[in-house]
């Protein structure tokens, strides 16, 4: 036991025993590494390869939102990171020399990197692509409200007619004002609302709320 009855000192072999688990560790990575370093480079160069492809895609839909859509801020695309590639090439470097100590943690880094830039290219595409998303939404609610005043027999509504065609106008011309689309769809539902509401009619006059004694 430990002078004065205490408990051991074991703060020293605490010590190497974590330096030991570290080393075991690092050694297992670099065994691992060795056996699918170029699986792990293949599934490096989809993702890359996947996230470039969803940047072209949305550097063209932004041309595409440009030309359609009017008064629309449509973020900027930006073009993918040489860095990645270099660091890729780098990894296929320390392979082919089997570099394995350096090829572990690169590849580690890499694979989070790459997970990072096929996100930040998807968003980038959602974002450019979102007042789209927006005018489809509009040209579908106003063909579903339509689709609903047709089944109850109000197809040939001269106002509601009037109203459909002037929303329709806005939202299949380039450029399409969205904001002004969606004020004539809302003119639209409105309208239609107003008509197939059913008539309550009013029961007996207006309350006298100022009591039988006024």
Do not use: N
């Not at 430990?2 to 688990?21: F, K, S």
């Not at 030309?67 to 900027?76: D, F, L, N, T």
């Not at 409200?145 to 089944?151: G, I, T």
């Amino acid at each position: 036991s430990a002078p004065g009855g205490g408990r051991p000192d074991t703060t020293t072999y605490d010590r190497e025993a974590r330096a030991l688990e570290d080393v075991r560790r690092e050694i297992d990575a670099v065994l691992t590494v060795r056996q699918d370093a170029e699986a792990r480079l293949v599934r490096l160069r989809d993702v890359l390869s996947r996230a470039d492809r969803t940047l072209a895609e949305a550097r063209s839909a932004r041309g595409e939102v440009l030309a359609k859509i009017a008064a629309s801020e449509v973020p900027a695309v930006s073009g993918p990171p040489t860095v990645l590639q270099e660091q890729l090439a780098t990894a296929a470097e320390y392979r082919r020399h089997a570099q394995w100590h350096r090829l572990s943690p690169l590849l580690e880094a890499l694979e989070e990197k790459a997970e990072d830039e096929l996100l930040r290219a998807r968003e980038s595409l959602t974002a450019v692509t979102a007042p789209l998303a927006v005018r489809a939404e509009l040209r579908g609610r106003l063909d579903a409200y339509k689709a609903k005043v047709a089944r109850h027999g109000l197809a040939e509504d001269p106002f509601l007619i009037e109203r459909y065609d002037a929303a329709r106008r806005m939202l299949w011309s380039a450029p399409c004002d969205l904001r002004v689309a969606e004020d004539a769809v809302l003119r639209y539902q409105r309208a239609a609302v107003d008509l197939l509401s059913p008539r309550v009619p009013e029961q007996g006059g207006p309350t006298d709320r100022r009591g039988p004694h006024a």
